[in-house]
T-cell receptor
Framework: GENVEQHPSTLSVQEGDSAVIKCTYS??????FPWYKQELGKGPQLIID?????GEKKDQRIAVTLNKTAKHFSLHITETQPEDSAVYFC????????????FGTGTRLTIIP | DTGVSQDPRHKITKRGQNVTFRCDPI?????LYWYRQTLGQGPEFLTY????????KSRLLSDRFSAERPKGSFSTLEIQRTEQGDSAMYLC????????????FGQGTRLTVV
């Protein structure tokens, strides 16, 4: 089955700086890669996603890049703000199966004021 | 609010007791998923329904676990004879039919087995 690795597990950045979180996946046929933000005591919330026919997608301060050849994708947050502090999960959906998500192990992002 | 709703939010139970959780998905979503999340880990897939049919179960779902989705609406997840290792956050998600459609998660039910 699909396996997703995520790093770093923790990341601290100064407010206003950029944060980058990286993930690799194992199934080269996977073609949908969402990123979720999870705040304490809440369920994961989708913040951005990318499909395999696209190399980059941007939404305001958040961007995701995908390298299909290397089987890795990254989340970029620019101009970080205190409210960006949370745990971020990458995920992949393999082409076979029922659209179930395989998640990475998460990155705890802390924005230092 | 038309998001995914889970009940209860927290459950503390003694080892050996049975517990049942409920999930109300977004009304027009025909896909419903249960995931389990332990501390410091990402959610892990447990089971999937399309309408009322349970189409996939993870090997994580032992015989003590059962899930239903009568009439293709809300879903219940029951754990029989709970063990301490069952302590986790149980998350429900729903999505509509289609490739790579967004899955919306509920707030989860945090189970503590003492």
């Amino acid at each position: 089955g699909e396996n997703v690795e995520q790093h770093p597990s923790t990341l601290s950045v100064q407010e206003g700086d950029s944060a980058v979180i990286k993930c690799t996946y194992s199934d080269s046929a996977s073609n949908y890669f969402p990123w979720y933000k999870q705040e304490l005591g809440k369920g994961p919330q989708l913040i951005i996603d990318i499909r395999s026919n696209v190399g980059e997608k941007k939404d305001q301060r958040i961007a995701v890049t995908l390298n299909k050849t290397a089987k890795h994708f990254s989340l970029h947050i620019t101009e970080t703000q205190p409210e960006d502090s949370a745990v971020y999960f990458c995920a992949a959906i393999p082409p076979r199966g029922n659209e179930k998500l395989t998640f990475g192990t998460g990155t705890r992002l802390t924005i230092i004021p | 609010d038309t998001g995914v709703s889970q009940d209860p939010r927290h459950k503390i139970t003694k080892r050996g007791q049975n517990v049942t959780f409920r999930c109300d998905p977004i009304s027009e979503h025909n896909r419903l998923y249960w995931y389990r999340q332990t501390l410091g880990q990402g959610p892990e897939f447990l089971t999937y329904f399309q309408n009322e049919a349970q189409l996939e179960k993870s090997r994580l779902l032992s015989d003590r676990f059962s899930a239903e989705r009568p009439k293709g609406s809300f879903s219940t997840l029951e754990i029989q004879r709970t063990e301490q290792g069952d302590s986790a956050m149980y998350l429900c998600a729903s999505s509509s039919t289609g490739r790579g459609t967004e899955a919306f998660f509920g707030q989860g039910t945090r189970l503590t087995v003492v």
